[in-house]
């Protein structure tokens, strides 16, 4: 029987993070979850980090993942965007950690060339192969979609021999 592997994939922002869990045994891979955390417009900045903690530990603690793949630093001209992105991202790499749950970073790149072959491929197309590839019924929202694919790249980072893989950060 082959093994098990659990991958959560997460695209974070601070008001639209994406989340999918991805299962592959083998070759064979199955979504167990996606989902998009949503904050409203309404909600402070500090309890959108707090709603993002609480919400990523949940899904960890309830599908028990062995990895985590996030999208690689994102580069902006806009300084609070980034900031603001930065400390969405330090909440989940924080519940990872606290979990005990390793986490590997992807370059964007990277992720389509994984999931689509190309690494210049438009989200639809990732959208489109994604569905593919865990044999889903239904497009998922464009961040869970790219959280799933974090997760698919991943799971096929982990297939390569071990000296071509990376290490978490």
Same mark, same amino acid.
């Given at each position: ?86 400390? %969405?991202?330090?909440?989940?790499? #924080? &519940? !990872?950690? $606290?979990?005990?749950?390793? /986490? ?40 869970? %979609?790219?959280?799933?694919?974090? #997760? &698919? !790249?991943? $799971?096929?980072?982990?297939? /390569? ?9």
């Amino acid at each position: 029987m082959a093994n098990v592997h659990k991958v959560l994939g997460i695209d974070t922002s601070l008001r639209s993070t994406g989340v999918g869990v991805v299962e592959g045994r083998g070759s064979v891979l199955r979504a167990v979850r996606y989902d998009v955390i949503r904050n409203p417009a309404g909600r402070t900045h500090t309890e959108c980090l707090a709603h993002l903690f609480t919400r990523v530990r949940e899904i960890v603690r309830g599908d028990q993942p062995g990895a985590a793949a996030v999208e690689g630093v994102f580069l902006s001209k806009n300084a609070r965007t980034a900031m603001i992105l930065g400390q %969405a991202r330090g909440v989940v790499l #924080a &519940v !990872c950690a $606290l979990e005990g749950i390793p /986490v590997y970073e992807y370059a964007p790149r990277r992720i389509k060339q994984a999931v689509v072959g190309y690494g210049n491929a438009h989200k639809d197309q990732v959208a489109q192969m994604i569905m593919r590839l865990l044999g889903l019924k239904e497009q998922p929202p464009e961040d869970a %979609a790219d959280a799933l694919a974090m #997760a &698919v !790249c991943h $799971l096929h980072q982990h297939t /390569v021999p071990s000296a071509m893989r990376d290490e978490p950060i």
